[in-house]
């Protein structure tokens, strides 16, 4: 698995090793944290590699599946680092194509919902097309991911290899780094600290939250299934920043104030999934309530402490 040590992938990587395979797991730490795998450590199934996948790569031995988890999710990061955006999402892909096809091996990749852009469509679904600006800030992010779909589908129409394609909406959940720039952590961190919540724009944009623990439930149903396409994970409860703030507010019980900021360039205005392909297909809908999974991830902020020691 590429990118093992994100906040995604790590809770992957305990789902399978919870599920008795065996996982090697590859990361270059741009945005991943060792400490996100420390309760792997010693574990028999589990081996970790340090590598940029975007060197290609020989593994020994069997390998049944390749997931390519790697990517820099957040917009914060990717707007710091373009170029590596891109090259993970093109020659990473290729790499992990190419080695999945020599195995032999089913392939995973995770895609996003920015596929859609800022979608003239609403709810989002599979079929639409997107709306995204190929120029724009966010496109290192938006088209990679484009492109990685594409050179999947290529890689199972030329080599008939079998591969699946998550659509990944908004997503949350203990190891988010602190400091990424993301609203959960952001919001959460401000909050812990009674300082005021930073809104951009007016806070009339929506995002639809899903908790990480059924995210990953749909990326090994997905991985399993015969559903070449893309299919959306996320949580279809739909709300707004101002929304989300106030929820914020309520959980944590601060008292802090909110600070309205200017909307970063292309932020999309609306996202909400329709999962009703993923109910479908891989009978798979989201079970854990805004509030639980919000505790969850307050707890663990609580127990980590500051971003110095989340990055670590
Ligand atoms: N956002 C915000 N305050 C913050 C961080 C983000 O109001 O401190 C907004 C952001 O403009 C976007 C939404 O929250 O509309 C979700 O942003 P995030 O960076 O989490 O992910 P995105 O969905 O944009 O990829």
Redesign the pocket.
């Known amino acids: 698995m590429s990118g093992a040590a994100g906040f995604i992938g790590s809770h992957f990587c305990d789902r399978l090793i919870g599920e008795g395979h065996a996982v090697l797991g590859l990361d270059n730490f741009i945005t991943g944290a060792a400490r996100n795998l420390e309760q792997l450590g010693g574990n028999p199934l589990f081996e970790f590699r340090e590598w940029d996948v975007c060197e290609p790569l020989e593994v020994e031995g069997p390998v049944d599946g390749v997931l390519h988890l790697a990517s820099l999710a957040?917009?914060t990061d990717y707007f710091q680092h373009p170029i590596e955006t891109l090259d993970v999402g093109s020659a990473g892909t290729r790499n992990m194509l190419e080695l999945a096809l020599r195995h032999r091996a089913r392939f995973l990749l995770t895609s996003t919902s920015?596929c859609y852009g800022d979608p003239a469509v609403h709810p989002q679904v599979e079929t639409y097309w997107g709306n995204v600006n190929p120029v724009g800030v966010r496109s290192c992010y938006d088209e990679s991911k484009r492109y990685a779909e594409a050179l999947t589908m290529a890689y199972h129409r030329a080599h008939g290899l079998a591969t699946n394609i998550a659509r990944i909406f908004?997503t949350y959940g203990p190891r988010m780094q602190l400091d990424d720039?993301?609203?959960?952590p952001?919001?959460v961190d401000q909050a812990l600290k009674g300082q005021p919540l930073?809104?951009?724009?007016d806070?009339s944009?929506t995002?639809s939250f899903c908790y990480v623990r059924d995210l990953v439930d749909g990326l090994y149903r997905l991985m399993f299934s015969e559903e070449r396409y893309p299919v959306n994970l996320g949580n279809p409860r739909e709300m707004t920043?101002l929304e989300f703030a106030e929820q914020i507010r309520c959980i944590t019980g601060t008292s802090a104030t909110l600070e309205f900021k200017a909307?970063?360039e292309d932020?999309?205005q609306r996202?909400r999934p329709d999962i009703g392909k993923a109910k479908r297909v891989l009978g798979w809908e989201p079970k854990v309530r805004l509030e639980e999974g919000l505790r969850e991830t307050i707890e663990y902020f609580e127990r980590i402490g500051s971003p110095a020691l989340a990055r670590g």
């Open positions: 957040s917009p920015e908004n720039g993301r609203v959960v952001a919001f930073t809104v951009f724009g806070g944009q995002r920043i909307l970063p932020d999309p996202r």
